[in-house]
């Protein structure tokens, strides 16, 4: 069954034409640009592989048409990366996406870089298959195409036949045909040519070091891939952390099971490997505590039903987050409208917190967060679920009280253990009082990185 086609507005007012397939955790493709036409190209090879189980299952797999190509508007032309970004975010906006992973390929590549880099609190896996990081680099390696698409005007269907027969390495002429048809509904000869001069002004080079999400670059050879297996590598290496891998398909026409695993088991969605459960500790913990600001006040202004929605999808993005950051939410206890979890690092904790205060703010729902590190006790509720209990629990939920709007607030124990290590600074508030609580605590307030402005 075909997905159905819908369509938002970007910022700038152009019509982007998007759809979603599928169930689970949301999966964006960035735009390749070049052939894109929603109807003309489902997207196969991300849902159909040679023994058939594809890599849709456990995602929602979103796709969209950039502007100038496929079912999105035609006009402005406009390939530049602020205009992309523009695309991609209308996008996420309209789906209210609160965290999700982006997948992209060829083309697609430099605008997913950007906005990973740009939007750590959102972006919570980056792959990229084939990549590169500077349009000139291909457009070097593409400089005897230049006279022929000055001639697409003129020549316009054998341009797209030979761009298609190049596409798949002159093996398969059937196939070519029906991909130059595809180009030639994609795209104008107008836009081609735009599309390869914004190219040339493509460098996403210095983006990749601030990348800070998990990473996976895939490099997939075939004839007629134009993105080299140098480059590729160039991208995995200056992004921390990255992991690069080569995958050779057994057939090209199909999408690799190889690749398939690599892709669910780095999004954890391999549905042939249940989930290790993660085991609550007993002991000295770091603990951290988050309520939704003013929750009742939102709950009149929004309506009880449309606050719950937004309230449990914005637990499940901190939940998420909370696991990236090798931090164990505590699933067990009623907590309202607040979450909490436990660390055995102060500097993964401080991390969490300063990312789930980012996530908050996007929702539109402001965080109180306080962290606190003292002994806790596992036990079980009721309902079977583990929980944790303590002292250190309860003023950890106190100096999440005290904190403003979207401030992490920690405990002078918590500042000591991560002082050297976590990156940021601290602002000292001095001793507070914590109702409920016999001895005040010192408290700091979290700021930037050391040496920002």
Same mark, same amino acid.
Request: net charge negative; hydrophobic share 40%; proline share 4%.
């Given at each position: 069954?075909?997905?159905?086609?819908?369509?938002?507005?970007?910022?700038?007012?152009?019509?982007?034409?998007?759809?979603?397939?599928?169930?689970?955790? *949301?999966?964006?493709?960035?735009?390749?640009?070049?052939?894109?036409?929603?109807?003309?190209?489902?997207?196969?090879?991300?849902?159909?592989?040679?023994?058939?189980? !594809?890599?849709?299952?456990?995602?929602?797999?979103?796709?969209?048409d950039?502007?100038?190509?496929?079912l999105?508007?035609?006009?402005?032309?406009?390939?530049?990366?602020?205009?992309?970004m523009?695309?991609?975010?209308?996008?996420?906006?309209?789906?209210?996406?609160?965290?999700?992973?982006?997948? !992209?390929?060829?083309?697609?590549?430099?605008?997913?870089?950007?906005?990973?880099? !740009?939007?750590? /609190?959102?972006?919570?896996?980056?792959?990229? /298959?084939?990549a590169?990081?500077? !349009?000139?680099?291909?457009?070097?390696?593409?400089?005897?195409?230049?006279?022929?698409?000055?001639?697409? @005007?003129?020549?316009? /269907?054998?341009?797209?036949?030979? %761009?298609?027969?190049?596409?798949?390495?002159?093996s398969?002429s /059937?196939?070519?045909?029906?991909?130059?048809?595809?180009?030639?509904?994609?795209?104008?000869?107008?836009?081609?040519?735009?599309f390869?001069?914004?190219?040339?002004?493509?460098?996403?080079? #210095?983006?990749?070091?601030? =990348?800070?999400?998990?990473t996976?670059?895939?490099?997939?050879?075939?004839?007629?891939?134009?993105?080299?297996?140098e480059?590729?590598?160039?991208?995995?290496?200056?992004?921390?952390?990255?992991?690069?891998?080569? $995958?050779?398909?057994? @057939?090209?026409?199909?999408?690799?099971?190889?690749?398939?695993?690599?892709?669910?088991?780095?999004?954890?969605?391999?549905?042939?490997?249940?989930?290790?459960?993660?085991?609550?500790?007993?002991?000295?913990? =770091?603990?951290?505590? #988050?309520?939704?600001?003013?929750?009742? %006040?939102?709950?009149?202004?929004?309506?009880?039903?449309?606050?719950?929605?937004? +309230?449990?999808?914005?637990?499940?993005?901190?939940?998420?987050?909370?696991?990236?950051c090798? &931090?164990? *939410?505590v699933?067990?206890p009623?907590?309202?409208?607040?979450?909490?979890?436990?660390?055995?690092?102060?500097?993964?904790?401080?991390? %969490?917190?300063?990312?789930?205060?980012?996530?908050?703010?996007?929702?539109?729902?402001s965080?109180?967060?306080?962290?606190? +590190?003292?002994?806790?006790t596992?036990?079980?509720? *009721?309902? &079977?679920?583990?929980?944790?209990?303590g002292?250190?629990?309860?003023?950890? #939920?106190?100096?999440?009280?005290?904190?403003?709007?979207?401030? $992490?607030?920690?405990?002078?124990?918590?500042?000591?253990?991560?002082?050297?290590? #976590?990156?940021?600074?601290?602002?000292?508030?001095?001793?507070?009082?914590?109702?409920?609580? +016999?001895?005040?605590?010192?408290?700091?307030?979290?700021?930037?990185?050391?040496?920002?402005?």
């Open positions: 069954m075909e997905p159905e086609i819908r369509y938002t507005t970007t910022s700038d007012g152009v019509s982007i034409a998007y759809y979603t397939m599928g169930e689970g955790y *949301p999966l964006v493709v960035t735009s390749w640009v070049l052939w894109s036409h929603l109807r003309r190209q489902p997207f196969p090879e991300y849902h159909r592989s040679r023994s058939g189980r !594809g890599l849709g299952r456990g995602l929602q797999i979103v796709r969209y950039a502007r100038g190509t496929g999105s508007d035609r006009h402005p032309i406009d390939f530049s990366m602020d205009a992309r523009l695309d991609l975010e209308a996008v996420v906006q309209q789906l209210k996406l609160m965290r999700f992973a982006i997948f !992209g390929s060829g083309h697609g590549t430099p605008a997913a870089v950007t906005y990973a880099a !740009g939007n750590p /609190e959102r972006v919570s896996h980056l792959i990229l /298959e084939s590169y990081a500077r !349009g000139r680099d291909h457009r070097e390696t593409a400089k005897g195409w230049d006279s022929l698409r000055d001639t697409a @005007d003129e020549q316009w /269907e054998r341009y797209a036949l030979t %761009a298609a027969n190049v596409q798949l390495g002159f398969d /059937e196939s070519a045909q029906k991909l130059a048809s595809r180009l030639r509904e994609s795209m104008t000869p107008e836009s081609v040519r735009a390869y001069a914004a190219q040339q002004a493509i460098d996403v080079t #210095a983006l990749l070091s601030r =990348i800070a999400v998990p996976v670059v895939v490099y997939r050879p075939f004839s007629g891939n134009s993105i080299q297996l480059w590729s590598r160039v991208v995995a290496s200056k992004i921390p952390g990255a992991r690069f891998v080569t $995958v050779t398909p057994p @057939d090209e026409r199909v999408w690799p099971d190889e690749e398939t695993r690599i892709v669910e088991d780095f999004l954890g969605v391999n549905q042939d490997v249940p989930a290790a459960a993660s085991v609550l500790p007993s002991g000295t913990a =770091i603990i951290l505590f #988050a309520d939704i600001v003013d929750s009742t %006040a939102l709950t009149e202004r929004l309506g009880d039903a449309a606050f719950r929605a937004k +309230a449990r999808e914005l637990g499940g993005s901190l939940r998420t987050l909370i696991r990236e090798a &931090g164990t *939410p699933e067990g009623t907590l309202g409208d607040g979450v909490l979890a436990v660390f055995t690092s102060a500097r993964e904790a401080i991390a %969490a917190a300063v990312r789930c205060a980012a996530v908050g703010e996007s929702a539109g729902l965080l109180h967060l306080g962290l606190h +590190a003292g002994d806790v596992r036990e079980k509720d *009721p309902d &079977g679920r583990d929980n944790v209990y002292g250190a629990v309860n003023i950890a #939920a106190r100096i999440s009280g005290l904190s403003a709007a979207g401030e $992490v607030l920690v405990s002078e124990t918590v500042r000591s253990l991560a002082r050297t290590s #976590a990156g940021v600074a601290f602002e000292d508030r001095g001793e507070q009082s914590l109702k409920g609580i +016999a001895d005040s605590q010192r408290i700091f307030a979290v700021r930037g990185r050391e040496g920002d402005t």
